[in-house]
Each structure stands twice: as structure tokens, then as C-alpha cells.
């Protein structure tokens, strides 16, 4: 019996009683950080880093939190379990576990360059590494963060010379937080979604220094609505919060604005290909810096980046789990279009 096993509740360790991300109810959920496809409602019991604890409140409301810190060693029945940087979004983290022996790593989502603000991805040796695939296909190659971040700047300023409003679509918790400092460099006011704030406000509360924001209510003056810099979640494309701030200009904060078509189907005027997640050769380095004997792929293009492993002499295998796409604008790419980035 291995030491964790996959099941139709999630990652579970037998030895331990425990799961990791489960995606049904359990006693015991130890948890990789805190979107809702990793984070779900209804355990009796959550251990996560201490930095995600604000947010998994915010989220799922008060519950039975244990935090933990990075290198914190905790032993649930026996089994050794640690938590390390997966450098995703605020609190990520590795869930390292050993028992007589062996060792497994489940990395959740993770990416390897440090954005200032979700801590630097450490590599974690292991036996067995359960990775993610979101990107895993070699056309998603980015930019260092930043040359993304100078990108974004000169779009506002164009667009301010315009007399436009710029409007980002953004990931309410990752993005949103990493988008605060370009945009405080050349805009003194940033106006964010109700959905935004509350996240803001909740990271801020538990003691993070984030830039200032201003949350968009029926009660802001016009005027100040006009040639705003402003953060939304793409549940706000198309509606009348955003009509507001007309005229205006929307650009999509996404990995998946790698594939130009994406921009275009989701009539964009600007895509920022900012993620955090790990493109392909971050997905590559970090598979490789494990020196795991086996490696499960999760979701994402899970096929196409285990048989590429398998060919570089990687033992992987394909493993479905109900793990979501916390990336906005997600992937819209026809079936061809894959194939053909292989």
C-alpha cells in the first residue's frame, strides 16, 4: 500500500488520517494553500501554513484552523508531515510526508519565480512527487515578472494619456495582491472590486503591507470613476460595475494569454500573461530538482506532460483528480491548437 493513495475523496494517507486537498468532506484535511479548488468547505479539521489561515477564514468561515510554519515538523499518527514555499500565492505550501521511510511530496499548485509576495519555491527531495500540470505544455513560457510588471505600467500610462480607465481582470487572491505594487507606481489611487477588497482587507487585518486600495460602492463619485485604475474578477467582465468606468480599456491578467486566440475570444484589449503557476520549464526544473523516483501529474495538460517525462526517462503517470483552474480566462484553446503546441 503506498504511502498516499488516490481516492475519490482526494490524497489520502492511511497511515496518517489525513487527507491532502480533499474535495469531499474528511476529519483531517491538510491543505496546500487556500483556493477554493484546494480549500473546500465541510472538514472538521484543517492544518495549513499560518499564512493562509486569514484567508481560508474569509472563505470557508471559522472552523478548526491549525497553522503551521515552513520546516515545522508535526507528526499526525506516526507519519511525519511538513510544510515548505511552493511560491504560488500568499501561504502556498508543499505538504512533505514521511513514514518508515518513504517520502512523498504534494506540491498543490506552485511557481518557481519568487513574485516578492508568495515566497520563494523551494525544492523538496522525495520519492514520490505529485505535481501539477496547468501549464504544462511548452508553448507557456514566461517573461520574467518584471518585464510583465513594465508592460502593464506602460498600458496605464498610455491609456491615461487617453483619458481611459484601465480595468484589470484578475484572480481575486494571488494576482490581484501581485498587481498592488506596479500599479501604486504610477497611479495614486487603485479601485477594486467588492471581491477584491475582501480578500484585501482580510490579508491586511492579519497583518500584510499592501498597497492601498479604494472599494468601488454605488456611493463613489463619479469623478473619481473616470480614467480609474481598477482590479476586477472576470465575474465582473461585461456587467455594469464595469460599464461605469467608461470610456475604458480591459486587460486579462492570465497565463492563458500566452495563445493570442484566448485575448481575442474573450475581447480583451490588452492580455498580461502574468500566472502563478509554473510554465513548462518551471514545471520541468522542478520535477527534475526532486530526484523523485515517480512522478503523478495532476490537472491540467496532464497527458501531454507525463509522456513527456516518461520520454526524458521520469517515471510518471496520469492521475485525475477534481481539481479546478484558479487562473482567469481559462484555457479556450480548440483541441488542434494543442496538439499543435506539442
Known amino acids: 500500500m503506498p504511502l498516499i493513495e488516490f481516492t475519490d475523496k482526494g490524497l489520502y494517507c492511511r497511515a496518517g488520517g489525513f487527507y491532502?486537498?480533499?474535495?469531499r468532506p474528511v476529519e483531517r484535511a491538510v491543505l496546500t494553500h487556500a483556493h477554493s479548488d484546494h480549500a473546500r468547505w465541510g472538514s472538521r479539521h484543517y492544518l495549513a501554513h499560518h499564512d493562509s489561515l486569514p484567508i481560508l477564514n474569509a472563505r470557508l468561515g471559522p472552523n478548526d484552523y491549525q497553522g503551521a510554519a515552513f520546516g515545522e515538523t508535526l507528526y499526525l499518527n506516526g507519519v511525519q508531515v511538513s510544510l515548505h514555499p511552493a511560491g504560488h500565492i500568499i501561504g502556498s505550501a508543499q505538504v512533505r510526508v514521511e513514514h518508515k521511510g518513504e517520502v512523498w511530496v504534494v506540491s498543490g499548485d506552485y511557481k518557481l519565480e519568487d513574485d516578492g509576495i508568495s515566497g520563494a519555491f523551494e525544492p523538496v527531495r522525495c520519492h514520490h512527487f505529485v505535481t501539477e500540470s496547468t501549464f504544462g505544455l511548452p508553448i507557456y513560457n514566461w517573461q520574467p515578472q518584471a518585464a510583465i510588471y513594465s508592460g502593464i505600467q506602460q498600458w496605464v500610462r498610455g491609456n491615461q494619456a487617453a483619458g481611459k480607465s484601465s480595468v484589470f481582470i484578475a484572480y481575486s487572491l494571488g494576482k490581484a495582491q501581485r498587481l498592488l505594487q506596479p500599479l501604486s507606481e504610477v497611479s495614486e489611487r487603485i479601485l477594486v472590486h467588492g471581491a477584491v477588497y475582501n480578500m484585501h482587507k482580510a490579508l491586511v487585518d492579519a497583518g500584510w503591507k499592501l498597497p492601498d486600495v479604494e472599494r468601488v460602492t454605488p456611493d463613489t463619485p463619479k469623478e473619481q470613476l473616470k480614467g480609474a485604475v481598477v482590479i476586477a474578477p472576470s465575474s465582473a467582465e461585461g456587467s455594469s460595475w464595469m460599464r461605469r468606468f467608461a470610456p475604458l480599456a480591459?486587460?486579462?491578467?492570465?497565463?492563458?494569454?500566452?495563445?493570442?486566440g484566448n485575448r481575442r475570444r474573450k475581447n480583451a484589449d490588452a492580455g498580461?500573461?502574468?500566472?502563478?503557476?509554473?510554465?513548462?520549464?518551471?514545471?520541468?526544473?522542478?520535477c527534475k530538482a526532486t530526484g523523485a523516483e515517480c512522478v503523478y501529474v495532476t490537472h491540467g495538460f496532464q497527458a501531454a506532460f507525463s509522456r513527456y517525462?516518461?520520454?526524458q526517462g521520469i517515471q510518471a503517470r496520469e492521475v485525475l483528480t477534481e481539481y479546478g483552474?484558479?487562473?482567469?480566462?481559462?484555457?479556450a484553446t480548440s483541441e488542434e491548437e494543442n496538439r499543435n503546441a506539442l
Not at 480591459?250 to 493570442?260: F, K, Q
Not at 498580461?272 to 522542478?286: I, Q, Y
Not at 483552474?325 to 484555457?331: F, I, K, R, S, T
Open 325 to 331: 483552474n484558479d487562473e482567469e480566462a481559462g484555457p
Open 309 to 311: 517525462l516518461n520520454e
Open 250 to 260: 480591459v486587460g486579462i491578467c492570465s497565463g492563458w494569454m500566452m495563445v493570442r
Open 272 to 286: 498580461f500573461v502574468l500566472s502563478d503557476h509554473a510554465d513548462w520549464n518551471g514545471l520541468l526544473t522542478a
Open 20 to 23: 491532502i486537498d480533499p474535495w
